[in-house]
């Protein structure tokens, strides 16, 4: 069944599964919190890939009940049609106690996923679309407003500008804002400009060196905590692209003198400090030939991304997490 995402309050308990498919996750967050914000329970947090990877482990949470537990919910992000046969599978159990919310990017009319809970009555199915300026500008009026800041309404169409049509995207930037403004009574364009472009390149900077050193607890930490939009799976690859570079150089180099600390120590240009045992984290794990076959990999994820722009950042994320999951021992 259909419904309009302002319509959520109404149906929020006629349903124990929801599939919310769209760019939009600051929408989705709402209408999530919506269902969730009375709810006692313990929420459970699961990307597909991992489901994917092992399903016995993803059932026998969702079969396993505490004594204490009213209702289980599941919160699966960044699904697409690959997890179609398993949802099907939990419907088709009836299983007591659970409820399912779906968190989709776009799917295309055809999706299998997007049938099955568009056409029964029992699933709910929310398509979540990109605010429109004039939505995200009376948000940040309003919010700004509340908060006694001075902004002008060409500062406010800057910040607009940089959100993509998605207001969590919004609230990140006058969250920042407003925290810069906490003793300042306005806030000038140079300073405006300089917070809404901070903290993006460090965000894929850390993706990418946990990416290298399989950290896979922080970076499904950094995947939750970040909203990057479509523009920003190019540079994410870009970024991890230069890196890969740079692990490669000295790998070689470590093939040819055996010395882990003499290759970081002469490694030009040098390595930063802090950054140091990270690196050294990487050689041990990513031997020369398998970090050739990993840039191999990205060039082709670079392309497929360019062939396929409707979902880069389902293709990017799961690159990503296989690229954690690797066995690099051989």
């Not at 996750?25 to 313990?42: A, F, P, R, S, Y």
């Given at each position: 069944?259909?419904?309009?995402?302002?319509?959520?309050?109404?149906?929020?308990?006629?349903?124990?599964?929801?599939?919310?498919?769209?760019?939009?996750?600051?929408?989705?967050?709402?209408?999530?919190?919506?269902?969730?914000?009375?709810?006692?329970?313990?929420?459970?947090?699961?990307?597909?890939?991992?489901?994917?990877?092992?399903?016995?482990?993803?059932?026998?949470?969702?079969?396993?009940?505490?004594?204490?537990?009213?209702?289980?919910?599941?919160?699966?992000?960044?699904?697409?049609d690959k997890i179609f046969e398993i949802i099907q599978e939990l419907i088709e159990r009836n299983i007591e106690g659970i409820k399912i919310i779906i968190n989709a990017g776009i799917l295309e009319k055809k999706s299998k996923l997007r049938s099955l809970f568009e056409k029964k009555k029992n699933l709910i199915c929310i398509p979540i679309y990109p605010d429109n300026n004039e939505t995200l500008i009376k948000l940040a009026t309003i919010f700004f407003k509340n908060e006694k800041v001075t902004i002008s309404q060409h500062n406010i169409n800057l910040i607009i500008s940089k959100c993509n049509g998605d207001r969590n995207n919004l609230k990140n930037e006058i969250n920042k804002i407003k925290i810069f403004a906490s003793n300042k009574k306005n806030v000038s364009t140079q300073e405006i400009l300089k917070l809404i472009n901070l903290s993006e390149s460090h965000s894929f900077s850390e993706l990418i060196d946990n990416c290298l050193t399989q950290n896979k607890n922080k970076i499904m930490n950094i995947l939750n905590e970040n909203n990057f939009n479509n523009e920003d799976c190019i540079i994410i690859l870009r970024t991890f692209l230069m890196k890969a570079k740079r692990v490669l150089k000295l790998a070689l180099e470590l093939e040819k003198n055996n010395d882990l600390d003499k290759t970081i120590a002469s490694a030009k240009p040098p390595i930063f400090w802090k950054d140091k045992e990270t690196v050294k984290t990487q050689l041990n794990k990513w031997k020369p030939h398998k970090i050739k076959e990993l840039i191999y990999r990205l060039n082709g994820t670079e392309l497929q991304i360019k062939k396929n722009f409707n979902n880069p950042i389902l293709i990017t994320t799961n690159f990503i997490l296989e690229q954690s999951s690797l066995e690099l021992n051989n």
């Open positions: 069944m259909i419904i309009k995402s302002y319509e959520i309050n109404k149906y929020k308990d006629k349903s124990n599964y929801y599939l919310f498919y769209g760019k939009n996750e600051g929408l989705k967050n709402e209408c999530v919190d919506e269902i969730t914000i009375n709810k006692q329970n313990k929420i459970f947090y699961y990307d597909e890939k991992q489901i994917q990877d092992d399903k016995e482990t993803f059932f026998e949470n969702i079969l396993s009940r505490s004594l204490f537990e009213d209702e289980k919910i599941i919160i699966i992000k960044r699904a697409s």
